[in-house]
């Protein structure tokens, strides 16, 4: 399959942990990638593979996959988290094409 | 530090063919895939397609007749021509470089990919 299902939007209060999930049959075979997107920015790696975040990304935002379906869960959000977030993987159906999931909005209230 | 620098016109008729081209400085060219990603307004991003250092390409099949990818390993760049183009196309055009497996902690994941470099990003329009 060559799609990644994400939730259009989330809200989180503001300190409060809030998980956004990324669903799709690729993502039994591959592991996702995730990015925030600022408006007018472009996407910033915040996690990838098994759990990793790249330098400067803090310790927060944090990676896991069960079955078709991959979390990032950010625990303690702040507002400066207030972003687009989308996952991206391998599509598992030979190809290799890339795939990205439709994004999620999320509203630190 | 790997930094990825794009440029190209910004404003299309349509039927005229778009093209980017983004030069990479502060890293080897070889190893990674070069993919060209887009978003247009208020919309989520869209893969285009990809090509490594020795010029294989893979692209992402509801684009695959318009597409081009190619590279120059001597100038550490790769471009991107999409012809025909429409109103449709209208987005910002990032170009990216992907990473296809990595190793952490002892451990290797062949099985994940990421892209943790971009470029600026583009905006091209089509419009007559």
């Known amino acids: 399959s060559s799609e990644l299902t994400q939730d259009p939007a989330v809200s989180v209060a503001l300190g409060q942990t809030v998980r956004i999930t990324c669903q799709g049959d690729?993502?039994?075979?591959?592991?996702a990638s995730w990015y925030q997107q600022k408006p007018g920015q472009a996407p910033v790696l915040v996690i990838y593979?098994?759990?990793n975040r790249p330098s400067g990304i803090p310790d927060r935002f944090s990676g896991s996959s069960s079955g078709n379906t991959a979390s990032l869960t950010i625990t303690g959000a702040q507002a400066e988290d207030e972003a687009d977030y989308y996952c991206?993987?391998?599509?598992?159906?030979?190809?290799?094409?890339?795939?990205f999931g439709g994004g999620t909005k999320l509203t630190v209230l | 530090q790997v930094q990825l620098q794009q440029w190209g016109a910004g404003l299309l008729k349509p039927s005229e063919t778009l093209s980017l081209t983004c030069a990479v400085y502060?890293?080897?060219?070889?190893?990674?895939?070069w993919s060209w990603i887009r978003q247009p307004p208020g919309k989520g991003l869209e893969w285009i397609g990809e090509?490594?250092?020795?010029?294989?390409?893979n692209y992402n099949p509801s684009l695959k007749s318009r597409v081009t990818i190619s590279v120059d390993t001597s100038k550490n760049q790769f471009s991107l021509k999409l012809s025909s183009v429409t109103a449709a196309d209208t987005a910002v055009y990032y170009c990216?470089?992907?990473?296809?497996?990595?190793?952490?902690?002892?451990?290797?994941?062949?099985?994940?990919?990421?892209?943790?470099?971009w470029g600026q990003g583009t905006l091209v329009t089509v419009s007559s």
């Open positions: 690729s993502l039994r075979s591959y592991y």
């Open positions: 990216a470089r992907g990473i296809w497996g990595y190793c952490s902690g002892g451990s290797c994941y062949p099985r994940a990919e990421y892209f943790q470099h």
């Open positions: 502060g890293g080897s060219f070889s190893g990674y895939y």
């Open positions: 090509i490594n250092h020795s010029g294989s390409t």
């Open positions: 991206n993987s391998r599509d598992s159906s030979g190809n290799h094409h890339v795939v």
């Open positions: 593979g098994k759990n």
